[in-house]
């Protein structure tokens, strides 16, 4: 494990080029689990608005009836074969005839129906199968009954006006004409509308909508979604990530009881991969910063502290966010006193730290919020402080403020040789990410490290790795089983 860790920080990611291997037919399915519900709610309307079209569609229905042209021949070969060749190319004439005013005119009058020609031809169907003298004629109308006496007044008014084109000959036979041979029967179910097949494409259509509809919003989406994204701002190791948990949100740093747990043991790694980084020059100095308030870095920064001073390093917890502090909820720690207490030179900061735990973990708390905590980040004070805590201790967690804000992250970090900076999945946009990125490199402060928080928990398998311990102290798989705080 040891040479597989070393192995990824050289290369410049703690968990190898796997999240890369990742992408492609992967990405799709976790797009589809990120936005399963879109998918299934337009897949339900397509489904729900063709139910009601077909609820609402006239019904329909369809009778067909056929005929057989019948070309008068001689008896050799020759005369039959030109018969059947001169009946096929008749039968494309009669095709069309057969929605012509000269058929269906007196269909209408018949039927005493309240329509013009052009009108009933829309209902008519005429069709032949190659290479026969067959034509099946077929109607539809709203009335079962009624699509079955057009389809065969069309076949007979169709033969009567062939009939009519072509005279008798003086010994009464005619060279051509047409034979019902099968006559048009009264539908029992509707032709239309198709249920079934309204159904699947309204399911299809609304899936489709609902395809593009995720595509269009990952589009427009910039937030950080991936370590990929992360990669592709800031060169930095990925040092751990951590899933979203919502149990985590009341309980957010770890207790003794959670040792044991998934949780604690992404920590570990955290802190196993912290020190890597510091390998060749040992850090005193670590500075937890964010983009923007909202990412967890505090928690993480608390986290981390506890799972330092486990190991048997003497730590010191800053919470140098004097604008939004929140260590002392967290810990459950008096925070009236601490490091502004400190700067303005009422108290040593050894009469203001506290003890938290059965682990070697001090706290140094924000103390009252001041008017002016730029000011006092950034003074000669600030400095001296933070030699002092150095000197005094093995590790010191400063937890910094967010570096898109105010500009005190950045002095902090700064002043503490580089930072590991927190990254909230889903929460921090990419242009955030990399204004943060860049105030650092503006000002010549290296980025230690990145850590992936809030990662959806169908997501932590291609951020994760190693193994972790389940509710019974059994070993899993963390990337797979991870619940980690918020």
């Known amino acids: 494990m040891t040479l597989a860790l070393s192995r990824g920080i050289t290369e410049g990611n703690v968990f190898g080029n796997e999240g890369s291997a990742a992408l492609g037919l992967g990405e799709y399915i976790r797009l589809a689990r990120a936005h399963w519900l879109t998918l299934v709610t337009f897949f339900l309307l397509g489904a729900i608005g063709a139910g009601l079209i077909a609820l609402y569609s006239?019904?329909?229905?369809?009778?067909?009836?056929?005929?057989?042209?019948?070309t008068q021949a001689g008896g050799s070969a020759?005369?039959?074969?030109q018969s059947g060749d001169y009946s096929q190319k008749q039968v494309r004439s009669f095709t069309a005839m057969a929605t012509r005013p000269i058929v269906l005119d007196p269909v209408i009058e018949r039927l005493g129906l309240n329509m013009t020609s052009d009108e009933l031809a829309e209902q008519i169907r005429v069709s032949s199968p190659l290479n026969t003298v067959l034509m099946s004629i077929s109607a539809t109308d709203?009335?079962?009954?009624?699509?079955?006496?057009?389809?065969?007044?069309?076949?007979?008014?169709?033969?009567s006006a062939v009939k009519g084109m072509n005279p008798a000959a003086d010994d009464g036979t005619v060279s051509v004409s047409l034979r019902p041979i099968r006559s048009a029967e009264v539908p029992s179910e509707p032709s239309a509308p198709n249920t079934r097949i309204l159904l699947a494409l309204g399911m299809l259509l609304g899936l489709v909508t609902g395809v593009l509809v995720v595509a269009a919003r990952e589009a427009l989406n910039t937030r950080v979604r991936s370590a990929e994204d992360v990669a592709e701002i800031a060169d930095a190791s990925q040092l751990g990530a951590i899933?979203?948990?919502?149990?985590?949100?009341?309980?957010?740093?770890?207790?003794?009881k959670d040792k044991n747990t998934p949780r604690a043991e992404t920590f570990r790694q955290i802190r196993t991969n912290i020190k890597f980084v510091g390998a060749v020059e040992p850090r005193k100095l670590l500075?937890?910063?964010s983009s923007i308030p909202g990412e967890g870095k505090s928690t993480v920064a608390a986290n981390i502290a506890i799972t330092l001073a486990t190991s048997g390093d003497r730590v010191c917890l800053v919470e140098a966010d004097l604008r939004r502090p929140r260590l002392g909820d967290y810990l459950g720690l008096e925070s009236n006193v601490g490091l502004t207490t400190v700067l303005v030179g009422d108290a040593e900061f050894s009469d203001v730290v506290q003890p938290w735990g059965k682990q070697r973990l001090d706290v140094l708390l924000s103390g009252q919020r001041p008017p002016n905590p730029s000011e006092l980040l950034g003074s000669a004070r600030m400095a001296e402080v933070?030699?002092?805590?150095?000197e005094s201790y093995d590790v010191v967690v400063v937890d910094c403020p967010p570096l898109v804000p105010v500009t005190d992250g950045a002095l902090l970090a700064k002043a503490c040789g580089g930072a590991v900076v927190v990254v909230g999945i889903?929460?921090?946009?990419?242009?955030?990410?990399?204004?943060?990125?860049?105030?650092?490199?503006?000002?010549n402060t290296h980025i230690l490290g990145t850590v992936l928080n809030l990662v959806p928990q169908q997501d932590l398998g291609r951020h994760g790795y190693g193994y972790g311990y389940g509710p019974d102290g059994s070993e899993e798989v963390a990337g797979k089983h991870a619940r980690l705080d918020a």
């Open 287 to 289: 500075a937890i910063t």
């Open 142 to 159: 709203v009335s079962a009954e009624r699509a079955a006496l057009i389809a065969d007044l069309v076949s007979e008014e169709l033969a």
């Open 426 to 443: 889903g929460r921090v946009d990419r242009s955030e990410l990399r204004f943060a990125v860049e105030t650092l490199a503006s000002i």
């Open 243 to 256: 899933a979203y948990d919502t149990a985590a949100v009341g309980r957010p740093v770890l207790a003794d």
């Open 58 to 70: 006239t019904e329909e229905y369809t009778s067909t009836a056929e005929v057989f042209v019948v």
């Open 386 to 390: 933070l030699d002092q805590l150095k």
């Open 78 to 81: 020759a005369d039959l074969l």
